[in-house]
């Protein structure tokens, strides 16, 4: 909506250039014909991530030299805009480009990013994250894999859950315990090839919104990963989790973001079309006040997190900052998409209409990456 403030990021000539050759991308890959396909498939084509790493939209971030195009999350947080602004959050980047990749650009060897990189950058490989299981979600710590050094490898025993292009990933950085007895310091992240012995998916995620995006059950049986392919070091891996958590949940804010611009848009139009008692809906002084109330909280959330942008990319992004972000504008997310949605009437419980996917897509966001209720915990600890 054009009331809401740009990021002050925008006004950088290079990142508009960048945000239009990716808009004009999705313009021809994201149509709604192409994103109800996603949503019936439970994923996107493979071949729509090789299509966007020719687009040069993949490991954006990524230096040069492994084949990325060396820039900084400005980019990131553009393209995150342009795929939320046409519900094509489906085609889960963000996560690939701004989540995944940086753990191996940052703490990866030398040969692990030559080796995976490229293909990160060019679509031939998908990257998905494992944390999550069916007992560890918000208390990661209590995870149950485990990866015993064996010689030259690791034998990873275990079971992840809700993992995210975990249908469509070819690696995965995986998180496991080397040393169960040691909590936190006990967590070791590795970097797995799906087409090893012993790595096995489960079935698609039968889920209630977000269908494009392909989520899956992981199981990890004597699979056995070369030492190679540790990522840091021996029971560095909570700590490594930690430090990229604030980039993944302003990644999350900026996708619930998207969707709350694209909910103010489809809705100011609904309502100007929508006649009602002899006139348009707009006219009516509830819809004024609601979505007064609704551009008042988007705009709030916007320019927090243009601030929170500057602070991550001034790498003074804290905990507490980033969970204020990610619990503030996914919650806004919620309330704004509902008053909307209820806008819509009927209508808007229609599939159809696109408030009605919205709806459907943002339930998640006060989930993963966080709950809002470890958000709060996280922000109460800086008082
Ligand atoms: C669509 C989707 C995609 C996902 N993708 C990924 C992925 O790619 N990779 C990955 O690793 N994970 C992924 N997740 C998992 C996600 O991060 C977890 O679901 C999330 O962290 C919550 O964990 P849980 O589901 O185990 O819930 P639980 O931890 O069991 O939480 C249940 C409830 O208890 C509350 N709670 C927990 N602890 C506390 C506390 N200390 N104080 C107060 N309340 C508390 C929670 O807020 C919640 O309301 C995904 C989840 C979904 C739904």
Redesign the pocket.
């Known amino acids: 909506m054009s009331r809401i403030p740009l990021p002050a990021f925008m006004n950088d000539q290079e990142v508009r250039l960048f945000a239009d050759v990716a808009g004009r991308f999705l313009d021809r890959h994201a149509t709604r014909a192409d994103t109800d396909a996603w949503r019936a498939a439970g994923a996107v084509p493979a071949s729509l991530w090789r299509e966007a790493g020719r687009a040069g939209l993949l490991g954006v971030t990524v230096p040069e030299a492994y084949g990325g195009a060396g820039a900084d999350f400005r980019f990131d947080a553009a393209l995150i805009n342009e795929l939320g602004r046409r519900d094509a959050l489906g085609f889960a980047i963000p996560?690939h480009n701004s989540v995944v990749l940086p753990y191996l650009v940052d703490f990866g060897t030398e040969l692990q990013k030559k080796k995976y990189l490229p293909g990160g950058c060019s679509g031939e490989t998908v990257f998905?994250?494992?944390?999550?299981?069916?007992?560890?979600?918000?208390?990661l710590q209590g995870m149950r894999t485990t990866a015993r050094r064996d010689g030259d490898d690791y034998v990873l025993n275990g079971q992840?859950?809700?993992?995210?292009?975990?249908l469509l990933a070819s690696v995965v950085i995986v998180?496991a315990k080397t040393d169960p007895a040691a909590g936190a310091k006990g967590i070791t992240l590795f970097i797995v090839e799906a087409d090893w012995p012993g790595f096995t998916r489960g079935r698609l995620?039968d889920?209630m919104g977000?269908e494009g995006?392909d989520?899956v059950e992981l199981f990890f049986s004597d699979l056995r990963v070369p030492v190679a392919n540790r990522l840091g070091g021996e029971g560095e891996g909570f700590a490594m989790l930690m430090k990229k958590l604030p980039q993944e949940r302003l990644v999350i804010a900026w996708q619930a973001m998207a969707m709350i611009e694209s909910a103010l848009d489809t809705t100011v139009t609904y309502v100007r079309e929508r006649k009602l008692f002899g006139k348009a809906l707009s006219d009516f002084q509830n819809s004024q006040f609601t979505l007064a109330d609704c551009l008042t909280q988007a705009t709030v959330a916007k320019v927090f997190l243009d601030h929170c942008t500057d602070r991550l990319l001034r790498e003074d992004l804290d905990h507490a900052t980033a969970s204020m972000a990610k619990l503030w504008v996914t919650e806004a997310q919620g309330r704004i998409i509902d008053a909307c949605l209820q806008l819509h009437g009927g209508y808007g419980y229609m599939s159809e209409y696109p408030i009605a996917n919205l709806y459907k897509d943002a339930r998640?966001y006060r989930?993963?990456?966080?709950?809002?209720?470890?958000m709060?915990?996280l922000i109460a600890r800086a008082l």
């Open positions: 996560l998905a994250i494992a944390m999550s299981e069916p007992a560890a979600g918000s208390d992840k859950i809700f993992i995210s292009n975990g998180a995620l889920k977000q995006r989520t998640a989930i993963y990456g966080g709950t809002s209720e470890i709060k915990l």
